[in-house]
């Protein structure tokens, strides 16, 4: 078997737990995951959005959001990201 | 449905009925257009007339610590024109009120 | 074949019935919850539209309602209505209680 689990069921697993999301840009999302589809379009619950520009880091706070797959680059499971 | 909207059930609909209307459209790049919005198709190509392009540029020289810098701004005339829907971030209808 | 026959009742045995259909909080559930709702709509350029959601597609596209257009904290713009292409859309935030 070359794969047992593929990486979306990895992420349906991730379901109802905290996330951290790295979006190909300077720009990375933290928040409890509620959903997501296949094109992994993501539904993020109690979401922190921080954003590094060259004037440093600048944190947002969101309540439910749809964060577009598009811009997606990496998923980190369990992780409270960046300040942990 | 929703009845704070007009009629409007996709997005579409929104530019469908500015057909023949005045619009405002943003572009990547900092451009802005007013025109009559004669076409439009699913990939947001539009064919407008009598346009008038503003075009925003910041003078880096002038930047100051804000991040402000001076905004230098052009603007144009066209008589018809195509843009193409790539380009396209915004578009508003005139006002329905 | 004999499809149509249904399975013989077992009531004591039978395993209970699926819970009802929860929100399972997909994106398709979390678009449907917030239409007719006030949004944030951030475009990957960081310019952020504020205004109430009327409508959207598969695609993102989106029709809001009494827009604000926020530029780093300012408030740069108002349209009635407004059109966004999907392709620059980074998300859509709930701004009230879904």
Redesign the interface.
């Known amino acids: 078997m070359a794969s047992q689990i593929l990486p979306l069921e990895l992420i349906d697993r991730c379901i109802g737990s905290r996330i951290w999301v790295i979006m190909k840009s300077d720009r990375e999302f933290t928040g409890t995951l509620l959903g997501f589809d296949d094109f992994v379009n993501m539904v993020l619950e109690d979401v922190t959005e921080y954003e590094t520009t060259p004037q440093g880091r600048k944190k947002t706070q969101l309540s439910q959001t749809l964060l577009n797959g598009n811009n997606i680059c990496m998923l980190i499971p369990g992780s409270a990201g960046p300040d942990s | 449905m929703d009845p704070s909207t007009t009629g409007i059930q996709e997005p579409f609909d929104l530019i469908r009925l500015s057909l023949s209307e005045r619009v405002f459209v943003k572009l990547r790049g900092d451009r802005e257009l007013t025109g009559i919005l004669h076409a439009y198709d699913g990939h947001m190509n539009l064919i407008l007339s009598d346009v008038e392009e503003t075009i925003m540029m910041v003078d880096p020289v002038d930047e100051n610590f804000e991040g402000q810098g001076t905004v230098k701004v052009a603007k144009r005339k066209m008589e018809m024109l195509f843009v193409r829907g790539d380009g396209v971030i915004l578009v508003s209808p005139p006002s329905r009120t | 074949m004999d499809e149509s026959t249904p399975p013989p009742p077992d009531h004591n045995s039978s395993p209970p019935p699926p819970p009802p259909v929860t929100v399972?909080?997909?994106?398709?559930?979390?678009?449907k919850?917030?239409?007719?709702k006030r949004v944030?709509v951030r475009?990957?350029?960081?310019v952020d539209?504020r205004g109430?959601l009327?409508?959207?597609?598969g695609y993102?596209?989106?029709?809001l309602?009494q827009?604000e257009e926020h530029v780093?904290g300012f408030t740069t713009n108002r349209?009635?209505?407004?059109?966004?292409?999907g392709?620059?859309?980074?998300?859509?935030?709930?701004?009230e209680?879904?």
Request: glycine residues 10%; proline residues 4%; charged residues 10%.
């Open positions: 399972s909080g997909s994106p398709t559930d979390f678009l919850g917030v239409v007719g944030i475009l990957t350029s960081g539209y109430i009327s409508c959207l597609d993102m596209n989106i029709a309602e827009t780093n349209y009635g209505d407004a059109f966004i292409r392709n620059n859309v980074l998300y859509i935030s709930a701004a209680p879904i």
